[in-house]
């Protein structure tokens, strides 16, 4: 999932620059007759993925020997964490994808074929890639997580017409990466991508969606959330890293409860302020939150991100 998130971020990046190009003028319904804008859009899409991946190859696999296809079950690590993380990309890339070309011209049904499915088709090279290198493996669980991911974006259009339901993504900074000797990452940027302690994925729905209320502005919504802690291993807690012992924890879930904001819901005329907005589509603000825990303790955050 680490691979996933750098993907993630830069191809994020890559769709506001490339947000510039595309208009909302009417074209013809074949996929063919896009503007050249659209096409300037697409080309920096395309190039920005070609660059990701090679530089996936001279990073990550790297130091990585090239062996016979092969599978790994990882289901049971990081406590889901991880799968939660690779329905979240998945679903990143399938939510920009979608909006993106709908807001191009194409039509719906050509939105949702190659929009909305982009998350599971983006994602599954670098499952074939962890296939072939020592030290990784295709996995299956990943694989599933990917198409759970598209098919939250898809199957929402198709029964709502819309993305009721949001996806999110929050991370704090644990207490555990201090007491980890870099084994959770030795920056502030890689320990957001190593420590999964950190990680909280939510589910956010409107709150006027169960509770009619003229009162009840459309922008807010509660989110569920799902997180892990004391993890300092994939399946297991290791017990020293380059010579430092590591604290003895107990691993355990997190289920939250919380408030939300709806980007998409606030009206705004700056067109700098909707490309702010959409880029918090995926992100999930500090709020009250409260916790319930698999060790059967409860909690309430002031703020929790």
Known sequence: M??????????????????VYAQKNEIKDSIFSVNNNTYKAL????????????????????????????FYNDNSGYLQVDKFGHTWGSYVYS?????????????????LFYGATLGFTLQAPIEIMDGIHQGYGFSLGDIAANALGSGLVI????????????????????????DANGYLGETSLNRMLKDYNGHTYWFSFPVNKFF???FIPEWL???IGYGANGMFGEFENISSYKGVDIPKTIR??????????????????????????????????????????????????????
């Open 2 to 19: 680490i691979k996933s998130r750098y993907l993630i971020t830069t191809y994020i990046l890559s769709l506001i620059l490339s947000s």
């Open 43 to 70: 080309g920096l899409t395309t190039a920005y993925y070609g660059a990701s991946m090679y530089v996936l190859s001279k990073t990550w696999y790297r130091d990585k020997d090239l062996v016979s296809f092969h």
């Open 95 to 111: 939510y920009i994808g979608y909006h993106y070309l709908i807001n191009s011209g194409f039509s719906r049904k050509e939105a």
């Open 155 to 178: 199957g929402q259009e198709l029964l709502f017409n819309e993305q009721i339901i949001k996806y999110k993504f929050s991370y704090w900074e644990s207490s555990y990466a201090h």
């Open 212 to 214: 009619k209320s003229q």
């Open 221 to 223: 919504n509660i989110a």
């Open 252 to 305: 355990y879930r997190q289920f939250l409860i919380s408030l939300d904001i709806d980007w998409t819901k606030i009206k705004t005329s700056s067109k700098m302020l909707k490309i702010i907005f959409k880029g918090l589509t995926f992100v999930k603000l500090p709020f009250t939150t409260f916790e319930y825990n698999s060790m059967g303790k409860s909690k309430l955050y002031l703020i929790y991100y």
